[in-house]
């Protein structure tokens, strides 16, 4: 059938006039720009389901790696505060340069919105219009949604009313069943490490959770902004509330510069780290001469990734409440320990990619991030959400008073990302946990919400007690691994095998006093490189990998053909030489050890890497004294 010329006419016209008045009211910058920036499903479902503004995140094309942004500038061994205040310069700078175009334009809008630096991201408030034409800005990579996430799975929300049958524990009480302590301090460690003088002193611990009873008992004295003496208070940059735009929950007083805790799960988590004994109750912290500070992630148990974000820039460097993070950050005040008790779970909206480089920054600021690894239970490769599912976190499962892995404890491996990681990284005590909880009140509580402020204490310990590993994360992670109680499983593994590090405990069990007696002792190790002449070889790599963790020490020698590595631990290592102008057999190398380490092992050897062990000999000084290790290459 011919259509009528006239109606062809018409149809052209409507679809002339539709293309052109379309492209007319596109932004000016999209006249040549590529593609618009992809929106993800998730907001895109929720912007069909509904004609009211939703928040959402903008991400920008433009990121910074804080690992080689900090390798650049010279400062990758710098101190932790060289190391943060160059960050949050950096960061801030950026994300206020990149920023401008689309602040303006929300500005001119009057469209509420939240811009961060730790990834140049803005959080927006608008409908499905504002996002499709947010998504033509050629400053844009991708718009994804902020989504309101339930932290209730077992063990994530302690004992919240309605799990209170299905865990058969008590609710709240306002005294301990025993005088004893809580069962996991002993079991770690802590307080054998107590008994040496290694409390927690010096060092500050941060939780971000559903908040903090601030007046507890238990908290109050360690408490950074609590003044003992003077009995006055100072909220400011020792506490933020990321919920402080919406109501106040009735539990909490209207100032949201002051702490609350609308839950209880936060409470419980920081008395973990540091509670100390109040009245007839038992102290129940690991690190009980730390001090702590707090960020409000939740509201009523509900966090968004822009909260989570809000917080990590918070610790990042503090600000006050309502202040703008980007001018008014004090790097100087950052935490050196995050404990993080939550999930983002990506089947609920959360993009992964978002809170890996937020964790990477953080970490690369010389800042221990640990997390719960997750309460999916016994199914491997239940450890799916991040922040747990990332290398750069210090992931924690869960155990029993038996020593058991208990049902709810997350798997590995990680496979939401491809990874194929091992999950978690260690256990630790995370069923019956006696602690803290709001209104002054105790309770018991289990998951790996429980587990994970074990290990902040345990990380606050060791800093106490070595103050040379205060932000050198990579190291104090290889002394708590290093030193965990092994456990083999096969669950989970490949091949049928039952490998330490596994999927169930990592590396093992906890053991603060073993990895503090392990940092305590390092050997140094000296390299001299020559060729058969005796002549020095200058710009010679020489790597040691340790066999347990994987974790590399490398070192290149001077013109004298000297290199050192400053600082490590006893264990089984695969040593290899080489350089541009080619490869030094290692079975050359002869060994030479100082007092305190020996004798080194030759295992191993496939021609190009050869495998030695360091063993520390047996020490009865009442003064324990750092050990040097040369060890000659000829």
């Not at 929300?106 to 990834?119: C, G, H, K, W």
């Not at 302590?181 to 008994?195: K, V």
């Not at 360690?222 to 109501?247: K, L, M, P, S």
């Not at 935490?335 to 779970?345: E, L, R, Y």
Request: glycine share 10%.
């Amino acid at each position: 059938m011919t259509a009528h010329p006239r109606r062809f006419v018409v149809r052209l016209a409507l679809v002339l006039f539709f293309f052109f008045g379309v492209w007319a009211a596109r932004p000016l910058w999209a006249a040549d720009e590529p593609p618009a920036a992809p929106i993800s499903p998730a907001l895109q479902r929720q912007l069909e389901e509904t004609e009211e503004s939703v928040s959402f995140l903008i991400v920008l094309h433009d990121q910074v790696d804080a690992k080689e942004a900090l390798a650049k500038a010279g400062l990758t061994s710098a101190d932790r505060l060289t190391r943060g205040e160059h960050l949050y310069n950096m960061l801030t700078a950026r994300a206020r340069a990149d920023q401008a175009g689309l602040r303006a334009l929300l500005d001119r809008r009057q469209t509420p919105y939240r811009a961060f630096y730790l990834i140049n991201m803005l959080e927006v408030t608008g409908d499905a219009a504002l996002a499709t034409e947010l998504s033509l800005h050629p400053a844009v990579a991708r718009i994804e949604a902020n989504p309101e996430i339930a932290q209730s799975s077992l063990g994530a929300m302690g004992v919240s009313a309605e799990w209170l049958t299905y865990l058969n524990m008590p609710a709240a009480r306002s005294e301990a069943p025993t005088a004893s302590l809580p069962w996991g301090l002993e079991n770690i460690g802590a307080t054998q490490l107590w008994a040496d003088g290694y409390t927690g002193q010096g060092i500050v611990v941060a939780g971000q959770d559903t908040g903090v009873d601030w007046e507890h008992p238990a908290l109050q004295p360690r408490y950074r902004g609590w003044n003992a003496e003077a009995e006055t208070v100072d909220h400011q940059y020792n506490w933020f509330d990321a919920w402080a735009d919406d109501a106040r929950p009735a539990s909490c007083d209207p100032n949201p510069q002051t702490p609350c805790d609308d839950h209880g799960h936060g409470t419980h988590t920081v008395g973990t780290m540091l509670g100390l004994a109040a009245g007839a109750e038992p102290a129940i912290g690991v690190a009980p001469d730390a001090v702590w500070m707090a960020c409000r992630n939740m509201l009523y148990g509900v966090g968004t990734p822009a909260s989570y974000t809000a917080c990590f820039e918070f610790f990042l460097a503090p600000y006050p409440q309502g202040g703008d993070p980007m001018t008014e950050g004090m790097p100087e005040l950052a935490p050196h320990v995050i404990n993080n008790s939550w999930g983002c779970p990506p089947s609920e909206g959360c993009n992964p990619d978002d809170l890996r480089q937020i964790v990477e920054t953080v970490r690369a600021a010389g800042i221990f991030v640990v997390a719960s690894a997750g309460n999916r239970g016994s199914l491997c490769g239940s450890v799916q959400d991040p922040i747990a599912i990332y290398d750069a976190t210090f992931s924690v499962g869960a155990y029993d008073s038996a020593n058991s892995l208990a049902s709810f404890s997350s798997r590995g491996p990680v496979t939401i990302d491809g990874s194929g990681r091992i999950k978690p990284d260690i256990a630790a005590p995370g069923v019956s946990v006696y602690s803290a909880w709001r209104n002054g009140g105790y309770t018991y509580s289990q998951g790996t919400s429980m587990a994970s402020p074990h290990v902040a204490g345990a990380a606050a310990l060791l800093w106490s007690a070595v103050p040379e590993l205060v932000g050198n994360v990579d190291m104090s992670e290889q002394a708590f691994i290093k030193s965990a109680t092994p456990v083999s499983a096969i669950l989970c593994n490949d091949g049928g095998m039952a490998p330490v590090p596994n999927n169930l405990f990592g590396y093992g069990r906890l053991n603060a006093q073993k990895a503090v007696e392990l940092a305590l002792y390092p050997a140094q190790v000296k390299f001299a490189v020559t060729d058969d002449a005796g002549a020095p070889i200058a710009a010679m790599t020489i790597t040691l990998v340790d066999v347990l963790t994987g974790y590399a020490y490398a070192v290149t020698t001077d013109d004298a053909g000297v290199g050192v590595i400053e600082f490590i631990y006893a264990g089984e290592y695969d040593l290899s030489a080489d350089n541009t102008g080619g490869t030094i057999p290692p079975t050359q190398v002869d060994i030479v050890l100082g007092e305190g380490y020996g004798p080194v092992g030759v295992t191993a050897d496939n021609g190009d890497i050869i495998r030695y062990t360091i063993i520390p000999l047996p020490i009865t000084l009442d003064v324990k004294p750092r050990w040097f290790m040369p060890l000659v290459i000829r």
